[in-house]
């Protein structure tokens, strides 16, 4: 019933009382987890009402409504306390920002950020520990992070590409750096003083080495 994401994200919660699912929108990291009995209530939060209504209806559509409640709010300004935090689908600047602004320190937080990646591990890290940082390909790549409570001292690798990526090298993670392998040289093919790229390049190849990938090979569509 649920996206490959959305199952993943709710796999990572650690069993708990009370999961805050931030910026829900339809609420389904937050009802797939009531399924899994990851958690035995739900504080959903939205700044969107409409959102939030489509949070509601399917709660009563699914008749849970005794273990959730629903809150129109910027992250989590209207919770006072859950024990879990899940923060999905934005983008990093955002997520950075309400974690910011949280007035209470979970056990866990679950974070998937759609862009700005390093910037989020590097604003994380002084502050938590990353239990988890994996990619997950559902027709597009995500990456899912756990964070429990203390700090981690990441390394530039893994600022760059996620703890689990690099210890696991699974399958998910081998086609992404292929995949941005071929995305990169493109643009370089178009903006040979680009250096930032070029040096991305390098951090990828050098990666591919370790994956057994041969990225210095990889064939761009157009060439």
């Not at 750096?177 to 093919?189: D, M, R």
């Amino acid at each position: 019933m649920y996206s490959k994401r959305i199952e993943s994200i709710a796999e990572v919660v650690s069993p708990c009382d009370t999961l805050a699912d931030i910026g829900c929108d339809h609420g389904f990291i937050g009802f797939c987890a009531l399924e899994k009995n990851k958690t035995k209530k739900v504080l959903f939060s939205d700044i969107s009402a409409p959102s939030l209504e489509k949070a509601k209806a399917y709660c009563l559509k699914n008749g849970c409504s005794e273990k959730c409640e629903f809150f129109v709010g910027n992250g989590t300004e209207k919770i006072a306390y859950a024990d879990c935090v899940v923060i999905a689908g934005m983008g990093g600047k955002e997520i950075i920002e309400i974690l910011e602004n949280m007035s209470f320190k979970p056990s866990q937080i679950v974070l998937q950020p759609m862009k700005n990646l390093p910037d989020v591990r590097k604003y994380v890290e002084q502050r938590y520990f990353v239990s988890f940082d994996k990619i997950v390909f559902d027709k597009k790549f995500y990456n899912i992070i756990s964070l429990t409570q203390g700090s981690d001292n990441l390394s530039d690798e893994e600022i760059l590409f996620g703890k689990n990526n690099l210890k696991e090298k699974h399958a998910d993670f081998k086609l992404f750096v292929e995949k941005e392998i071929s995305k990169t040289k493109k643009i370089l093919s178009g903006k040979t003083d680009n250096k930032d790229k070029k040096l991305y390049l390098m951090q990828l190849q050098k990666i591919a080495e370790v994956l057994n990938y041969d990225g210095t090979n990889a064939q761009i569509s157009g060439d």
